[in-house]
């Protein structure tokens, strides 16, 4: 069984930067997308960046300029670089991967931005 263990979250004043972390462990196939959704109260989850097999990256428009997703294969973990935060990236961050063609998700781990 696959898990996925999320870190880097926490309370950040307007302006500032955090980096997310998030580690696979356990019986890891082959894996393909990863990525970090994120979701408010009362909200749904959304995406805010994918990064494919080969590196592609995807941002969501409000996070675009600002946020960057990279992985390490070795380490089968991806992270989210955040910086420049504004209140309303206030969220819980959940990552995800894709492994044998099965979507796993992290527990999700809080931040707020907030003066």
């Known amino acids: 069984q696959v898990q996925l263990v999320e870190s880097g979250g926490g309370n950040v004043q307007p302006g500032g930067s955090l980096r997310l972390s998030c580690v696979a462990s356990g019986n890891i196939g082959s894996i393909t997308s990863m990525g970090w959704y994120r979701q408010t109260p009362g909200s749904q989850r959304d995406w805010a960046a994918l990064i494919g097999t080969t590196g592609t990256t995807r941002y969501q428009d409000s996070v675009k300029g600002r946020f960057t997703i990279s992985r390490d294969n070795a380490k089968n973990a991806v992270y989210l670089q955040m910086d420049s935060l504004k209140s309303e990236a206030t969220a819980i961050y959940f990552c995800?991967?894709?492994?044998?063609?099965?979507?796993?998700w992290g527990q999700g781990t809080q931040v707020t931005v907030s003066s």
């Open positions: 995800f991967i894709v492994v044998d063609r099965t979507r796993v």
